[in-house]
């Protein structure tokens, strides 16, 4: 599903790009990265992991964000989206260290074996949980979060 989505974003981009006169060939490298992170995430098994495959999809998001380079409206989302990002990032990995502190593991079998089994401090588990949430809600833009998305506006033809 994500490749094929992937496919979709490369078909319907070429015409568009095109059309605003923003054309480049680093953009199908950049979503080919995205992609990969998304597939990444699909698969990790560790919270270190789904962090880096995190981050693998956003960084590029970024560049993406600002690819309409002599745009400022453009440059400035991507700015804002990128210290978003990083703010999101620290929270996510603030959050997976409680969580390390609490359970003795970043892996996700094993924070589930040691809830299982009760030996993990529930004080710095539900603030851990909590930390990664909001760094995953401010990644995807959920409610309450939506708020403080940048406003990645729609590009217009240069003339």
């Keep these: 599903m994500l490749l094929l989505s992937g496919l979709a974003g490369v078909a319907l981009a070429y015409d568009y790009l095109n059309r605003m006169g923003i054309e480049s ?34 960084i590029p998001l970024y560049v993406l964000a600002g690819i309409a380079v002599p745009r400022t409206n453009s440059e400035e989302a991507a700015i804002k989206y990128f210290l978003l990002g990083a703010f999101a990032s620290g929270f996510f990995v603030f959050g997976t260290a409680l969580v390390y502190g609490s359970t003795g593991s970043t892996a996700l079998e094993e924070i589930i074996a040691a809830i299982g089994s009760g030996s993990y401090d529930l004080t710095l588990l539900l603030a851990g949980a909590g930390l990664v949430l909001v760094g995953l809600g401010f990644k995807v833009a959920v409610v309450p979060f939506h708020m403080w998305t940048p406003d990645v506006t729609r590009a217009r033809p240069l003339r």
């Design 25 to 58: 060939g680093e953009y199908y490298v950049l979503l080919l990265f995205s992609i990969v992170g998304m597939i990444l995430i699909g698969m990790s098994g560790d919270l270190i992991m789904v962090f880096l495959a995190l981050e693998l999809l956003s």
